[in-house]
Structure formats: C-alpha cells, structure tokens
C-alpha cells in the first residue's frame, strides 16, 4: 500500500537501494581496472587515495571460490 502511494505521488522517485548499490559497484569495478583512474587524473596521488577508498573487488576465478570457501568454514568470524 505504501510503496503504491508514493509510486504514484508527485514527489522524485528514486531508485531501490538494490539498484543504487548495484550500478556503484559495477562503475567502482571498472575504474578499478588498470589504467583507467589515470585517464581522468593526471596526479598519482590522488589516483591512490581514490582506489585505496574502493572495497575490494574479486572475480568469477578460483580466488572467488577461494574466498567463499572461506567465509563458509569461518562464518563466525565473517557474519558473527
């Protein structure tokens, strides 16, 4: 009932938090890359402050599997 009324109010819609979350990481992702910080700033340092305020990223690869392996036998220590 609520979520209908304000779909249909006159007030900025804003999208979910899912979403918001979702398109930052995916944009975090790719300016994580190599090479691409740097072409938009030239100062190194401040290339490494930015990425050093990134969360850590990690892919689809035995580093994923590793890393899920993980936190399945440690659950405790990352969800206690």
């Known amino acids: 009932m ?4 304000l779909e249909h109010c006159d007030a900025a819609l ?7 979350l979702s398109g ?4 975090q992702q ?7 910080l740097e072409r938009f700033l030239d100062d190194k340092e401040q290339v ?13 690869s035995l580093e994923c599997t590793t890393g899920m ?3 399945s036998d440690e659950f405790d220590l990352y969800c206690g």
Do not use: H
């Not at 609520?2 to 009324?5: A, K, M, N, S, T």
């Open 69 to 71: 392996k993980a936190a």
């Open 48 to 60: 490494d402050l930015i990425r050093a305020c990134f969360a850590g990223t990690i892919t689809n």
């Open 14 to 20: 804003c999208p979910s938090v899912a979403y918001q």
């Open 24 to 27: 930052a990481k995916k944009v």
């Open 30 to 36: 790719d300016l994580a890359r190599p090479e691409v």
């Open 2 to 5: 609520c979520r209908e009324r």
